[in-house]
């Protein structure tokens, strides 16, 4: 079993984040370095020792172990604790082939109602058109995708969706110097216009789109970035009090 022991990393003053801030500071990174690789699967992530490393309380540890729990990401051991479970190429497929029956649900009901008012995902399309900046593009790829199953009028349905989020915003961060802008912004503006069109075609669209991200990431996975065999301490930005 391999464990965090002393994580090391760059420093970051507690000062420069809020107490209200840390759950989230600790989630992304965590999050974020789970989907790099950077911590690899079956990694058991001390609660303890990523607080003092944090410099936080247990609380906000704890909370993100919730949350990437609720994401599938870590689970809890049978005897307490907290492990890695990572992403695999498999667990890739998987988790696109939810969200697009996610979205397909709601692009259903969307050609259903006539009356759909799409004005804020074409704000939200042209604003990414117009854009160039690679992370910019990135956070308005998630508007759009959460704007459209918003429009789906089906509460459950958003909230599924905006479980998965989280790590779609993460696999993005991960892959964003993998893809062009202009490929990412094409593959809206043609969802939005069959959208728009009440066109069948949206479904084709709409799996041909989600195709990229789920082909950058078994890419980045399959770069062997990390050894799931290594014992060596694994680095993570921390927080520290100013000396």
Request: aromatic share 6%; hydrophobic share 40%.
């Amino acid at each position: 079993m391999k464990h965090y022991h002393r994580l090391r990393g760059i420093g970051v003053s507690p000062e420069s984040v809020s107490r209200s801030q840390f759950t989230v500071y600790v989630l992304e990174q965590l999050r974020l370095r789970i989907l790099r690789g950077d911590v690899p699967k079956g990694t058991r992530l001390v609660e303890r020792l990523l607080a003092e490393e944090f410099n936080v309380s247990r609380g906000p540890i704890r909370d993100a172990f919730l949350i990437l729990e609720q994401e599938g990401l870590v689970h809890a051991l049978p005897r307490g604790g907290i492990e890695v479970v990572g992403l695999t190429g498999t667990d890739v497929s998987n988790f696109y082939a939810v969200r697009y029956n996610l979205e397909k649900m709601a692009c259903e009901s969307i050609l259903r109602d006539e009356n759909n008012d799409l004005s804020d995902l074409r704000a939200v399309a042209s604003e990414m058109a117009t854009s160039k900046n690679l992370n910019d593009i990135s956070r308005l790829d998630v508007a759009f995708h959460h704007e459209m199953v918003r429009l789906g009028h089906n509460h459950f349905l958003l909230r599924l969706w905006e479980t998965l989020a989280p790590v779609i915003a993460g696999i993005l961060e991960v892959t964003n110097n993998m893809w062009e802008a202009s490929e990412v912004i094409q593959g809206h503006e043609e969802l939005l216009a069959t959208l728009a069109h009440r066109n069948n075609e949206v479904f084709r669209v709409l799996q041909a789109h989600l195709v990229l991200p789920e082909k950058l990431m078994k890419r980045y996975l399959n770069r062997g970035k990390l050894s799931e065999s290594t014992t060596e301490t694994v680095p993570l930005p921390i927080a520290r009090n100013k000396p």
